[in-house]
């Protein structure tokens, strides 16, 4: 049996940061060893069980896509090499900051 390491952990707010439309966590997540479409489980350290938010791609000088909506904790999320990711729109976190882990099977 596999065992998932984390690769990455995002800090988020418990909401948007001001002057900002979806952003929540400054940090981006970047993963540019690994294939496209890597599969990661995501632990969240934080909030209430409800807890809910939006991966983003950070795209510069352009439109930041959401590219997995209404992510949970335990959650199984693919994502591609080279690309920066952050948290966005979070839901019942409680007001207080949480912590994601992108875990990864090695």
Not at 28 to 54: H, I, K, P, W, Y
Request: glycine letters at 8%; zero cysteines.
């Amino acid at each position: 049996m596999a065992t998932l390491v984390p690769l990455a952990i995002l800090t988020s707010e418990p909401s948007r940061i001001d002057g900002q439309d979806h952003r929540s966590s400054w940090a981006d997540a970047e993963f540019r060893t690994l294939d496209n479409g890597s599969q990661f489980t995501l632990r969240v350290n934080g909030g209430a069980s409800t807890l809910a938010f939006d991966l983003m791609q950070d795209v510069s000088g352009g439109n930041d896509p959401v590219v997995h909506s209404g992510v949970k904790n335990g959650s199984t999320v693919k994502l591609d090499m080279g690309k920066a990711y952050y948290i966005a729109n979070p839901k019942d976190a409680q007001n207080l900051p949480f912590a994601v882990e992108f875990l990864a099977s090695v």
